[in-house]
RNA sequence: GCGGAAGUAGCUCAAUUGGUAGAGCGAUAGCCUUCCAAGCUAUAGGUUGCGGGUUCGAUCCUCGUCUUCCGCUCCA
């Protein structure tokens, strides 16, 4: 691995290769930025969602998980805001390449106006603008832009695409019968869907402030580009934890996710070198701070889970577009008020690409004598797809037959893989570059004494115990 | 989305200046019975990304398209 880039791509490769992540629909070419989770990487995807899920609702005495409903009422994104600031009519500039909002544009341009006094002419030109918007007159605020004979800053040129709504969100038709009425969207967010069933889950559980609902769930945004592998997909999985707390209190919250939830990252074994927090400098209009937990993969630092101090802002657009109150009853202060939330937002899909980042790694285990060299994946022994390999040293002499009793014997508690094939060092490399922490092999001895030799991936090396000890030092191990 | 480059077996690559493709690794089966891949034998696997055009003939030339990579752009 000269560079990192080819890290990246060498990830990539061994993930096609050894049944980890595929492109979609690759037989007819593939669907640009989706992914398919293989053999392997659908155990390891399940793993982290496993991790994380009982991290946080097994863990902490005061949240619970809920799984809602990709499809959600159209208005939940008139609340959320989505609706206005997901979708924007845009347009290039063929010379500069650069891509302008169409009323960032006309507004500046109208600015000019104004400040050469022509006031009847901003007015005129602002009043076209907004009608033509209202009625999704593309083709008419290209000529609107064409007319007043608009230029690009960069280019000074007046070379103008044609104007494209970019709309993040992707939607469909609930029920046969199209009508712009049924149109309804795909979340681009898992997070409404807890917003949504705040009193629900207060009220039924009985939930007292603070205190948070975690969801994991598919979202979907039609990015205008989506590349560099798993790290930006169209349809993603995100893992959130929405957290109520007393107005006033968010502050401390935010600081206490804050470092929890690094906690939480560094207990799957990562250095804390390879993370950074990336306070956002710009905040969102929902948010009274935010940052990012940033990992540094092989393509650099990039943003694996974001934390948001979102105020009362969702619940209070719910409340107002409902027309329900979204009110909590706080008995310590004896107070109504609208909780304000602090999100952690985690990408599992990051998180995979994050966990297959740090665990890969080429080995040059060359001698003297000989050449030789391995691809290992380091998973911590919980997120690996594959805890243990029995391996029979040979097919004969009644070995098979003792290694599927130890198969028998462990599959009920955790996943196996049973091999004879080939030789003893062959099975361990291939092991190796799945990530399988353990490797039993039953040799003639273990016909004897009922021990076999115990390999361990990382370290390579090797001892002997007894078939009665494997369960309990993989369970161990697991449970780290 | 724009510009550039690429696409040949699961992987890494070769080949024909236009005459319809080979190797190594890998896979499968068998031999060997071996505690850290690359011993032996056999087998499978490719309408050379896809679709048109030029041509007697296209993997090669040409157009379109899809996908990937690099840069720009975008990412409430």
Same mark, same amino acid.
């Given at each position: 691995? %000269?560079?990192?880039?080819?890290?990246?791509?060498?990830?990539?490769?061994?993930?096609?290769?050894?049944?980890?992540?595929?492109?979609?629909?690759?037989?007819?070419?593939?669907?640009?930025?989706?992914?398919?989770?293989? #053999?392997?990487?659908?155990?390891?995807?399940?793993? =982290?969602?496993?991790?994380?899920?009982?991290?946080?609702?097994?863990?902490?005495?005061?949240?619970?998980?809920?799984?809602?409903?990709?499809?959600?009422?159209?208005?939940?994104?008139?609340?959320?805001?989505?609706?206005?600031?997901?979708?924007?009519?845009?347009?290039?500039?063929?010379?500069?390449?650069?891509?302008?909002?169409?009323?960032?544009?006309?507004?500046?341009? %109208?600015?000019?106006?104004?400040?050469?006094?022509?006031?009847?002419?901003? %007015?005129?030109?602002? #009043?076209?603008?907004?009608?033509?918007?209202?009625?999704?007159?593309?083709?008419?605020?290209?000529?609107?832009?064409?007319?007043?004979?608009?230029?690009?800053?960069?280019?000074?040129?007046?070379?103008?695409?044609?104007?494209?709504?970019?709309?993040?969100?992707?939607?469909?038709?609930?029920?046969?019968?199209?009508?712009?009425?049924?149109?309804?969207?795909?979340?681009?967010?898992?997070?409404?869907?807890?917003?949504?069933?705040?009193?629900?889950?207060?009220?039924?559980?009985?939930?007292?402030?603070?205190?948070?609902?975690?969801?994991?769930?598919? %979202?979907?945004?039609?990015?205008?580009?989506?590349?560099?592998?798993?790290?930006?997909?169209?349809?993603?999985?995100?893992?959130?934890? #929405?957290?109520?707390?007393?107005?006033?209190? #968010?502050?401390?919250?935010?600081?206490?996710?804050?470092?929890?939830?690094?906690?939480?990252?560094?207990?799957?074994?990562?250095?804390?070198?390879?993370?950074?927090?990336?306070?956002?400098?710009?905040?969102?209009?929902?948010?009274?701070?935010?940052?990012?937990?940033?990992?540094?993969?092989? =393509?650099?630092?990039?943003?694996?889970?974001?934390?948001?101090?979102?105020?009362?802002?969702?619940?209070?657009?719910?409340?107002?577009?409902?027309?329900?109150?979204?009110?909590?009853?706080?008995? +310590?202060?004896?107070?109504?008020?609208?909780?304000?939330?602090?999100?952690?937002?985690?990408?599992?899909?990051?998180?995979?690409?994050?966990?297959?980042?740090?665990?890969?790694?080429?080995?040059?285990?060359?001698? +003297?004598?000989?050449?030789?060299?391995?691809?290992?994946?380091?998973?911590?022994?919980?997120?690996?797809?594959?805890?243990?390999?029995? @391996?029979? @040293?040979?097919?004969?002499?009644? @070995?098979?037959?003792?290694?599927?009793?130890?198969?028998?014997?462990?599959?009920?508690?955790?996943?196996?893989?049973?091999?004879?094939?080939?030789?003893?060092?062959?099975?361990?490399?291939?092991?190796?570059?799945?990530?399988?922490?353990?490797?039993?092999?039953?040799?003639?001895?273990?016909?004897?004494?009922?021990?076999?030799?115990?390999?361990?991936?990382?370290?390579?090396?090797?001892?002997?115990?007894?078939?009665?000890?494997?369960?309990?030092?993989?369970?161990?191990?697991?449970?780290?």
């Amino acid at each position: 691995m %000269a560079t990192d880039n080819n890290k990246f791509q060498a990830i990539i490769s061994h993930c096609k290769e050894y049944g980890f992540i595929f492109q979609s629909s690759e037989i007819y070419d593939g669907l640009s930025a989706v992914y398919d989770y293989g #053999q392997n990487g659908s155990e390891l995807k399940r793993n =982290i969602r496993d991790y994380w899920w009982r991290s946080m609702t097994q863990f902490h005495e005061n949240i619970v998980g809920i799984d809602a409903a990709i499809f959600m009422h159209p208005t939940t994104w008139k609340a959320s805001g989505h609706v206005d600031n997901f979708s924007d009519p845009m347009i290039d500039n063929k010379d500069s390449k650069k891509r302008y909002r169409v009323d960032h544009l006309i507004e500046a341009h %109208a600015e000019k106006l104004a400040l050469e006094g022509k006031k009847e002419q901003e %007015a005129a030109l602002l #009043q076209s603008m907004d009608n033509l918007i209202a009625k999704d007159d593309f083709d008419g605020l290209k000529k609107l832009i064409e007319d007043n004979n608009i230029k690009c800053s960069i280019s000074g040129t007046a070379n103008w695409t044609d104007v494209r709504q970019f709309n993040l969100m992707f939607s469909t038709q609930l029920g046969s019968v199209s009508d712009e009425a049924n149109e309804i969207y795909l979340r681009p967010e898992t997070a409404q869907g807890i917003f949504v069933n705040f009193l629900n889950v207060q009220k039924t559980g009985r939930m007292k402030i603070p205190f948070g609902i975690a969801q994991v769930g598919k %979202a979907f945004r039609n990015e205008i580009v989506a590349r560099q592998f798993i790290f930006r997909m169209r349809e993603f999985e995100q893992m959130e934890m #929405q957290f109520f707390v007393r107005p006033g209190t #968010q502050k401390e919250w935010y600081e206490y996710w804050k470092a929890e939830r690094m906690k939480w990252h560094h207990s799957l074994g990562i250095s804390p070198d390879k993370y950074r927090f990336h306070d956002h400098v710009k905040l969102a209009f929902y948010a009274d701070a935010a940052c990012d937990i940033e990992y540094d993969f092989p =393509i650099g630092f990039k943003e694996v889970e974001g934390i948001h101090s979102r105020t009362d802002h969702d619940l209070s657009r719910h409340q107002e577009y409902s027309k329900k109150k979204m009110q909590y009853f706080d008995t +310590e202060i004896n107070q109504n008020y609208i909780p304000y939330v602090i999100e952690t937002s985690i990408g599992l899909d990051r998180t995979v690409l994050m966990v297959l980042s740090e665990a890969y790694v080429e080995e040059d285990l060359s001698t +003297e004598d000989k050449k030789d060299s391995r691809v290992v994946l380091k998973f911590p022994a919980k997120l690996a797809p594959i805890k243990l390999a029995v @391996l029979p @040293l040979t097919k004969k002499d009644g @070995l098979p037959e003792i290694a599927r009793e130890i198969m028998d014997g462990c599959k009920k508690s955790f996943r196996c893989f049973y091999e004879e094939k080939d030789t003893i060092g062959k099975r361990y490399r291939r092991m190796d570059a799945l990530g399988t922490p353990f490797c039993v092999t039953v040799d003639h001895q273990t016909k004897e004494d009922n021990t076999v030799t115990i390999r361990y991936r990382d370290s390579m090396q090797q001892e002997r115990i007894p078939i009665a000890e494997i369960s309990r030092i993989i369970n161990e191990a697991i449970d780290q």
